[in-house]
């Protein structure tokens, strides 16, 4: 039998299976209403298709656990659409649609670990470390001088993602993004 989880014990970050689909719940609040009975009401992300929706449901309802795994997989290379990864543990290789990985794609590099998240077997997703180091390789030219703090402009990185970085920010410079935002976070 499955694990189930009940309402009154929901947390961010716990994983749970409603129709047939592995979600996490974003926010949960544990509602005592002067009249009646005690409810959940629970924001929800579906794992699969990235929704987000809220649901209620009857304090303590029993609701089956989702069983999500997690690996450390190598980046290798892409090709046609396809993300090659490789197991760090059993070096068994094996590939992601594009789909899979969602805007991870924007910061993901070659040879970089990352944590890939299935369900049943089925690929759900991939998380990447919460910040990266990439290089600026096109960005217009700091002019000496040019320390208005606030002031910014775009850069393309060597994955080809776009990010708003400081004015003497320069085209070599490496820098630190957050990869949940695609903000800027400093030189590297």
């Known amino acids: 039998m499955a694990d189930v989880t009940s309402t009154t014990d929901w947390k961010p970050g716990l994983t749970v299976e409603l129709d047939g689909a592995p979600h996490v ?3 949960s609040h544990h ?3 002067g009249k009646g009975g005690a409810y959940v009401r629970a924001k929800l992300k579906n794992l699969e298709t990235g929704a987000q929706f809220e649901r209620t449901f009857n304090a303590g309802q029993k609701v089956p656990a989702a069983m999500i795994e997690r690996r450390d997989m190598q980046f290798l290379y892409e090709a046609d659409g396809a993300y090659h990864m490789m197991d760090t543990e059993t070096y068994e ?3 992601i649609d594009a789909a899979a990985i ?3 794609r924007r910061f993901l590099k070659e040879n970089m670990v990352v ?3 299935t369900n049943k077997g ?3 997703g ?3 470390p919460t910040s990266v180091e990439l290089e600026v390789v096109e960005t217009e030219p700091g002019i000496r001088g040019d320390t208005v703090s606030g002031a910014n402009k775009p850069a393309k990185l060597e994955t080809g993602a776009t990010v708003q970085v400081p004015l003497f ?3 070599g410079d490496r820098i630190k993004v957050d990869t949940r935002t695609g903000a800027y976070q400093g030189r590297a």
């Open 102 to 104: 969602g805007d991870a």
């Open 122 to 124: 089925r690929i759900i």
């Open 93 to 95: 290789q094996t590939h």
């Open 25 to 27: 719940i974003v926010e």
């Open 126 to 128: 991939v998380e990447l």
């Open 115 to 117: 944590i890939v998240t």
């Open 169 to 171: 920010v320069n085209t």
């Open 31 to 33: 509602v005592k209403p």
